[in-house]
Protein backbone atom coordinates (compact mmCIF):
# COMPACT_ATOMS: atom_id res chain seq x y z
CA UNK A 1 0.00 0.00 0.00
CA UNK A 2 1.31 3.58 -0.86
CA UNK A 3 0.36 6.54 1.55
CA UNK A 4 0.45 10.22 0.97
CA UNK A 5 -0.03 12.86 4.11
CA UNK A 6 -0.99 16.12 3.39
CA UNK A 7 -2.95 18.70 5.33
CA UNK A 8 0.31 20.48 7.22
CA UNK A 9 1.07 23.98 7.39
CA UNK A 10 2.05 26.84 9.58
CA UNK A 11 -0.46 27.78 12.42
CA UNK A 12 -0.84 29.91 14.99
CA UNK A 13 -1.20 29.02 18.76
CA UNK A 14 -4.66 27.44 19.49
CA UNK A 15 -5.79 26.69 16.00
CA UNK A 16 -6.66 23.85 13.61
CA UNK A 17 -5.36 21.46 11.31
CA UNK A 18 -6.68 18.15 9.51
CA UNK A 19 -4.35 16.01 8.19
CA UNK A 20 -5.28 13.50 5.28
CA UNK A 21 -3.66 10.28 4.70
CA UNK A 22 -4.57 8.85 1.40
CA UNK A 23 -3.61 5.35 0.86
CA UNK A 24 -3.97 3.11 -2.32
CA UNK A 25 -5.46 -0.72 -2.83
CA UNK A 26 -8.23 -2.06 -1.48
CA UNK A 27 -7.82 -3.39 1.95
CA UNK A 28 -7.60 -0.33 3.56
CA UNK A 29 -10.15 -0.93 5.64
CA UNK A 30 -8.27 -4.11 7.40
CA UNK A 31 -4.79 -2.08 8.70
CA UNK A 32 -4.13 -1.15 11.78
CA UNK A 33 -3.80 2.83 10.80
CA UNK A 34 -1.63 5.34 13.30
CA UNK A 35 -0.24 8.78 13.08
CA UNK A 36 3.15 9.37 14.28
CA UNK A 37 5.31 12.70 14.85
CA UNK A 38 8.96 13.71 14.40
CA UNK A 39 10.03 16.86 16.12
CA UNK A 40 13.78 18.60 15.38
CA UNK A 41 16.05 16.41 16.97
CA UNK A 42 14.25 14.06 18.47
CA UNK A 43 12.83 11.10 18.08
CA UNK A 44 9.40 9.84 16.02
CA UNK A 45 7.00 9.65 18.46
CA UNK A 46 3.24 7.61 18.32
CA UNK A 47 0.57 10.23 18.24
CA UNK A 48 -2.61 7.90 17.63
CA UNK A 49 -4.08 5.30 15.76
CA UNK A 50 -7.46 3.75 14.68
CA UNK A 51 -7.79 -0.27 14.16
CA UNK A 52 -9.72 -1.81 11.66
CA UNK A 53 -12.57 -1.78 14.05
CA UNK A 54 -12.45 1.69 14.74
CA UNK A 55 -10.85 1.52 17.97
CA UNK A 56 -9.41 4.79 18.79
CA UNK A 57 -6.00 5.36 21.13
CA UNK A 58 -4.11 8.59 21.86
CA UNK A 59 -0.75 9.56 23.49
CA UNK A 60 -1.67 11.49 26.52
CA UNK A 61 0.30 14.41 24.96
CA UNK A 62 -2.88 14.76 22.45
CA UNK A 63 -5.84 13.27 24.49
CA UNK A 64 -8.70 15.60 24.35
CA UNK A 65 -7.32 18.01 21.36
CA UNK A 66 -6.57 15.32 18.57
CA UNK A 67 -9.02 13.31 17.03
CA UNK A 68 -8.27 10.56 14.52
CA UNK A 69 -10.96 8.48 12.08
CA UNK A 70 -10.84 6.63 8.90
CA UNK A 71 -13.27 7.06 6.26
CA UNK A 72 -13.13 3.38 4.15
CA UNK A 73 -15.17 4.28 1.44
CA UNK A 74 -12.27 7.30 0.55
CA UNK A 75 -9.17 4.91 1.78
CA UNK A 76 -8.32 7.82 4.19
CA UNK A 77 -7.00 8.45 7.27
CA UNK A 78 -7.73 11.86 9.17
CA UNK A 79 -6.07 13.59 12.21
CA UNK A 80 -8.38 16.31 13.32
CA UNK A 81 -5.82 18.27 15.49
CA UNK A 82 -7.36 21.15 17.87
CA UNK A 83 -5.96 23.84 20.60
CA UNK A 84 -2.41 23.34 18.62
CA UNK A 85 0.79 24.18 20.89
CA UNK A 86 4.17 24.85 19.51
CA UNK A 87 5.35 21.74 21.06
CA UNK A 88 2.95 20.08 18.23
CA UNK A 89 5.26 21.22 15.78
CA UNK A 90 6.61 17.92 13.84
CA UNK A 91 6.43 16.24 10.81
CA UNK A 92 3.74 13.99 10.57
CA UNK A 93 3.90 10.26 9.39
CA UNK A 94 0.87 8.08 8.91
CA UNK A 95 1.93 4.41 9.20
CA UNK A 96 -0.31 1.04 7.93
CA UNK A 97 0.12 -2.13 9.60
CA UNK A 98 -1.82 -4.91 8.84
CA UNK A 99 -0.18 -8.56 10.34
CA UNK A 100 3.04 -6.51 11.14
CA UNK A 101 3.33 -5.55 7.71
CA UNK A 102 3.99 -2.05 7.76
CA UNK A 103 3.83 1.02 5.46
CA UNK A 104 4.69 4.28 5.98
CA UNK A 105 3.92 7.47 4.15
CA UNK A 106 6.11 10.51 3.80
CA UNK A 107 5.62 13.24 6.09
CA UNK A 108 3.84 16.59 6.01
CA UNK A 109 4.79 19.06 8.55
CA UNK A 110 3.26 21.27 11.20
CA UNK A 111 4.46 24.48 12.90
CA UNK A 112 2.76 25.96 15.39
CA UNK A 113 3.85 29.98 16.31
CA UNK A 114 3.60 31.29 19.62
Known amino acids: VQLQASGGGLVQAGGSLTLSCAASGRTFSSYIMTWYRQAPGKQREWVALVSSGGTTRYADSVKGRFTIFRDNAKNTLYLRMNSLQPEDTAVYYC?????????WGKGTQVTVSS
Open 95 to 103: QANRFGVIY
